[in-house]
């Protein structure tokens, strides 16, 4: 019976010992994760959704911020400060004449200024052939501010879809789980749903960040576009005062 005892007493230590170990690995585990940096927990989710959807969402998010970026800098070159460049172009016409008037043009960059170009290099004509002149350049311009940006909506439409994509072929490896096992265990269909609900999480972060991008470029050609306007109007004016 003493013997008995003692065994009994070193089974329990034993177990209570163990216990603590796990207890202490745990929360080993749990701290360690709660020390991941945003960026280490992002790249750990980014594995765990899998590389193939994960890699095509990503290739979204660089291609769609790579063209946003770009036409962020065309657009912001192409900005021109138009009540000075009107002024500039009336004081030109009144001291020197259209030759004048179409040098400042040319020595400024932007839409505007080559709006303006176009119609002062038709002045020598008509009214109607300036104006005409200014239309279809307008257009042009309007089509060099507008390029590519159509790309950008594309990758805001592309990237949840693949997500969504991810979502049901993970929930259909689970079930395919659940089929070959024969038993609704819920360690079979975890990893696939966590797969599912990874790659649409990052579909949606792309098209969010894309989408704040692409509101953003169409404000500013619609602005450009605005300057545009009133700046073709300005100068036919200015062509009409000029031609009395």
Not at 196 to 210: D, H, K, S
Request: proline share 1%; with cysteine.
């Amino acid at each position: 019976m003493a013997i008995g005892t003692v065994n009994a007493n070193a089974t329990t230590a034993f177990a209570s010992a163990t216990a603590t170990v796990t207890s202490v690995t745990q929360s080993d585990d749990a701290a360690a994760e709660e020390d991941l940096s945003f960026h280490q927990v992002l790249k750990k989710r980014f594995i765990e959704g899998g590389a193939g959807f994960m890699g095509i969402v990503l290739l979204c998010l660089i291609l769609g911020l790579a063209i946003a970026i770009e036409r962020i800098i065309f657009l912001n070159l192409s900005t021109t400060n138009t009540k000075k460049l009107t002024q500039n172009v009336e004081d030109a016409l009144n001291s020197g004449g259209i030759e004048a008037a179409k040098e400042v043009c040319r020595n400024t960059k932007g839409p505007v200024a080559s709006i303006f170009y176009q119609g002062l290099d038709r002045a020598d004509e008509d009214i109607d052939a300036a104006e005409k002149a200014v239309v279809a350049y307008g257009g042009v311009q309007m089509g060099q501010l507008e390029k590519n940006v159509s790309w950008i909506s594309l990758f805001i439409a592309l990237a949840p879809m693949l997500g969504f994509m991810g979502t049901v072929i993970g929930m259909i490896s689970a079930f395919d789980k659940i089929e070959a096992a024969g038993d609704m265990n819920p360690s079979l269909v975890a990893g696939g749903i966590k797969v599912a609900l990874l790659t649409t999480v990052f579909g949606l972060i792309v098209a969010i960040i894309l989408q704040i991008f692409y509101n953003y470029i169409i404000a500013k050609i619609d602005s450009i576009v605005n300057d545009m306007e009133d700046a073709s109007i300005t100068l036919m004016d200015l062509l009409v005062r000029h031609k009395k």
